[in-house]
C-alpha cells in the first residue's frame, strides 16, 4: 500500500465521515451534556464500531451481508428499532442550562459507549459501505492482513477527529442556549434519527 493510496483513502473517507450520520448526531448530542467523559466515551464506541466493522468485511462478514438478504432484513430493522427507540429517548430527555449541564446525571459514560457502538453496528449500511468501499484500497499482491489494520486504525482516528468537532460543537450550543434551546436541540437531533430510520426501513441493497 502506497502513500498515495493512503492519501487518497483518508480524503475519500473524510467526505463521506463529514456528512452528518447517526454516531456523528449522537456525538453532538453528548457534547451537549458538556460532560467530557460521557462525549469521550461516546466517540471511542464509534470508534470502536470501525474497527469491529472493517474487521468483519476482512473475514468475509460484509459479502455474506451482501448475499443473504434474510441476514440484511434483520440487521436492518435491528438497527430501525434502535433509531427509533433513541429518538424517544432524546424527545423526552430533559436538559438543563449552563453549568447545571455538566452534572447532568442522565447521562453515563458508559451508556454513551454503548448506544455510540450499537448505532452503528446495527446499521447494515455501514458494513455494506466498507465492503464496497475498502477493497478499492486493498493492494491484493501483498499481505492483506496489514492493509486491513491499517485502514481500519486511519478510519477510527478519522471518526474520532471528525467526532470531536461535532461534540465540540454542542459543547458550544449548550453553552449559549437556555434549557429550552437545549432541549429544542434534542428534539432536533431526535426528529434526524426518526428520518434516519425511515431512509433506513425504506433502504434496499443494490441486487435486490
Not at 33 to 43: E, F, K, L, P, T
Not at 88 to 93: A, D, E, N, V
Not at 144 to 152: D, G, H, K, N
Request: with cysteine; charged share 10%; glycine share 6%.
Amino acid at each position: 500500500m502506497t502513500i498515495s493510496t493512503i492519501c487518497l483513502y483518508i480524503a475519500a473517507c473524510f467526505a463521506v465521515t463529514v456528512i452528518p450520520g447517526p454516531t456523528m448526531l449522537l456525538a453532538l448530542a453528548n457534547g451537549a451534556s458538556r460532560n467530557w467523559c460521557v462525549a469521550g466515551m461516546g466517540i471511542l464506541g464509534a470508534a470502536l464500531s470501525d474497527l469491529l466493522l472493517i474487521g468483519a468485511v476482512a473475514i468475509g462478514l460484509g459479502a455474506i451481508l451482501a448475499a443473504s438478504e434474510l441476514f440484511f432484513s434483520i440487521i436492518k430493522w435491528i438497527g430501525v428499532i434502535y433509531l427509533v427507540w433513541l429518538a424517544i429517548q432524546l424527545w423526552r430527555h430533559k436538559p438543563t442550562s449552563l453549568d447545571a449541564g455538566i452534572k447532568d446525571s442522565s447521562y453515563s459514560a458508559a451508556k454513551a459507549f454503548r448506544r455510540s457502538l450499537l448505532v452503528a453496528l446495527s446499521n447494515p449500511k455501514g458494513l455494506l459501505f466498507f465492503s464496497a468501499f475498502l477493497p478499492q484500497f486493498i493492494n491484493t499482491a501483498e499481505p492483506q492482513a496489514i492493509q486491513y489494520i491499517t485502514l481500519a486504525v486511519l478510519t477510527a482516528v478519522l471518526d474520532m477527529a471528525v467526532m470531536t468537532c461535532y461534540a465540540s460543537g454542542g459543547a458550544q450550543a449548550a453553552r449559549l442556549l437556555t434549557a429550552k434551546g437545549l432541549r429544542r436541540l434534542n428534539r432536533a437531533c431526535a426528529s434526524s434519527f426518526i428520518s434516519l430510520a425511515v431512509f433506513l426501513a425504506l433502504y434496499k441493497k443494490a441486487n435486490s
